[in-house]
């Protein structure tokens, strides 16, 4: 399975480390270099990138994905962002995001995230 995680804090950084050693495919993405740098080996793709519109996702490559995760702590905003954006695109993808707390949660799921 490919997997795409946005977002490489600590959360995020766990969970492509586990998919790596299950052997999963991954495609990292974050908006630090230093983030990335210190993923790399885990994945097939790291990219650094600001991840805030449609087109950009196009050109990441989140249609080939069967999961992405949105792992992203500190900017709400921005997961709700990319979690609206990835649920118009397709259905063919899972979308799974990180809530911090039970609003979050509840947002997630009434945009159609598919598991939170």
Do not use: W
């Not at 998919?19 to 793709?45: F, P, R």
């Not at 905003?77 to 259905?91: C, D, H, Q």
């Amino acid at each position: 399975m490919k997997f795409c995680v946005i977002g490489l804090g600590r959360f995020g950084q766990q969970v492509v480390k586990t998919l790596h050693e299950n052997g999963a495919e991954v495609l990292a993405v974050d908006t630090l270099q230093s983030n990335i740098a210190s993923i790399k080996n885990y994945t097939a793709q790291a990219i650094c990138v600001t991840v805030h519109d449609e087109p950009t996702l196009e050109a990441i490559g989140v249609d080939e994905m069967d999961v992405i995760i949105i792992a992203i702590g500190e900017n709400f905003a921005e997961s709700i962002l990319i979690a609206a954006i990835l649920k118009k695109r397709s259905t063919k993808y899972k979308v799974i995001a990180r809530a911090t707390g039970q609003v979050q949660k509840e947002i997630f799921k009434l945009i159609g995230v598919d598991q939170v």
